[in-house]
């Protein structure tokens, strides 16, 4: 079941998004906070934002552009992204 | 004054083994790595023989960065390069402090192009094949991975030449040392194994059809021969000048003291017996060598009738009937980019432990081969001096000869 099933909680997207960035970064899921910076704590250069971009059609099925990363600084920003996205 | 290039460190991954301790047991035993794979014969393969070697797993070693930009020919080589620096007592804190260059073989990415159009095909979005497609797919893949995990400053290339890559490669390396251009340079030869890669070759028909005998398809110089099997994997060849060898402290395995090179100008795949001889010749004659003094020869036979004869005929002109000669693709199969690196290393293992491995599957000679001593068995035997050839499509000539240091 995709992530962006109507009937799946967003907490359980968030979950969801916590687990397929810390498994395709190698990083511990417990830095992919809210509050924390994703470029930071993923470790990304600019050629890992393509990268993003596949993992979110890959899981959430939904597209979105080096363009919407134009202002995301910290996971929430990311979260909030996907949520608009998702229409939630 | 032309400098002295001498080998420090090699390294293997190959369908023998994936180190030199396997590999060497496995010459000296007369292995095949030859198997049948069903996957090939579904995809519509005329042939399902193959050489084949396990996915390495990279992840203990290299970042997830470093290891995106990897298809087959740079895990494989990333693998075989590991194992040389070992030996060359080189780790990536020197190499980002001192000028090493790298010219490595490879002439396909066949795999990694499919996967990449596939996927833009399936979603309509040249954006979801990923950020590491490109780097996997250019020929220089190799090059440009390795480069940059091991931080080198030197000279950076590849080098496309048929199944003569990994040879030209090593003679390559050889003429920045030996000009002063360069102290040292990694050297060597990949070959990714996958049925998108060989599946035009396999449609000449050039490829061995005994599927129910793997281990003994593959018959270079043999009578009773019906193609070659493909392989691959890879090898790494590390070339210093012996002043800076010396001067580091560095095992010398050997030294490589003639590149001889020619292009055939002829058919783009039939092999021509004046090309090879013009570039055994040259080998010669740079190497200050005279036919006697060639211990063992490496051929490059890779078990196509054509092939075979032509080189048989060449190695009699020049060499006569004694010296000995085996193809050790009678139990790889025909490495092709990786063969003339793999090549060297298979025969520096033998000059090394003192033996000649064997042509296996060589039962029967035909009217060349009979000429030539071809060694069917493993023997015993002392190596202070050997060639290995290499020649590929389009006509491609290499010869290398290295003697002990």
């Known amino acids: 079941m995709y992530l962006n099933d109507e009937k799946v909680a967003f907490d359980e997207v968030i979950e969801g998004i916590r687990g397929f960035l810390s498994e395709e970064f190698e990083v511990d899921p417990a830095v992919i906070l809210a509050e924390n910076n994703l470029k930071d704590s993923l470790d990304l250069d600019s050629l890992d934002y393509v990268d993003l971009v596949v993992l979110i059609e890959e899981n959430l099925n939904i597209k979105v552009t080096g363009e919407d990363f134009k202002d995301i600084v910290t996971f929430g920003d990311f979260f909030d992204l996907v949520k608009k996205k998702l229409g939630r | 004054m032309s400098k002295r290039v001498v080998i420090t460190g090699i390294g293997i991954y190959s369908c023998l083994g994936t180190n030199l301790d396997e590999v060497a047991k496995a010459l000296y035993a007369g292995k095949s790595g030859i198997v049948f794979d069903q996957q090939r014969k579904d995809f519509g393969y005329r042939s399902a023989l193959t050489g084949m070697v396990p996915k390495p797993d990279l992840k203990p070693y290299l970042s997830r960065r470093q290891r995106m930009g990897m298809h087959e020919p740079a895990e494989y080589a990333y693998m075989a390069t590991k194992e040389a620096l070992e030996q060359a007592q080189l780790d990536v804190d020197f190499l980002e402090q001192t000028e090493t260059g790298i010219i490595f073989g490879n002439d396909s990415t066949a795999a990694s192009v499919v996967e990449a159009n596939d996927k833009v095909r399936e979603k309509g979005d ?280």
């Open chain 2, 126 to 405: 040249t954006t979801l094949i990923g950020s590491g497609a490109i780097f996997q797919n250019m020929n220089s893949t190799v090059n440009m991975n390795l480069s940059t995990i091991l931080k080198l400053k030197g000279i950076n290339f590849s080098l496309s030449a048929a199944c003569a890559s990994g040879s030209h490669s090593i003679g390559m390396g050889y003429l920045m040392i030996s000009q002063g251009l360069q102290d040292r340079v990694i050297c060597g030869g990949a070959q990714e194994i996958n049925k998108e890669a060989m599946s035009s070759f396999d449609g000449l028909g050039t490829f061995s059809v005994r599927e129910s005998e793997p281990t003994r398809a593959s018959r270079p110089f043999d009578r009773d021969r019906d193609g070659l099997i493909p392989s691959g994997g890879a090898a790494t060849v590390i070339l210093e000048s012996y002043e800076e060898a010396k001067r580091r402290g560095a095992p010398i395995l050997g030294e490589l003291i003639g590149y001889g090179f020619s292009s055939n100008g002829e058919h783009i795949s039939n092999p021509n017996i004046d090309g090879q001889v013009r570039a055994l010749r040259m080998a010669m004659k740079q190497a200050g060598v005279t036919a006697q003094q060639i211990d063992y020869i490496n051929a490059h036979a890779t078990s196509t009738a054509v092939g075979d004869s032509s080189e048989a005929q060449a190695i009699f002109e020049v060499y006569g009937d004694q010296v000995p000669v085996s193809s050790t693709k009678s139990m790889t199969g025909h490495e092709c980019w990786m063969a003339g690196a793999s090549e060297i290393v298979y025969t520096l293992l033998m000059m090394q432990n003192d033996f000649v491995a064997p042509n296996i599957n060589f039962e029967n000679p035909d009217e060349d081969s009979a000429k030539i001593n071809i060694i069917s068995r493993t023997q015993e035997q002392k190596i202070d001096c050997f060639l290995s050839n290499s020649f590929g499509f389009g006509g491609t000539n290499s010869t290398l000869i290295v003697k002990k240091a």
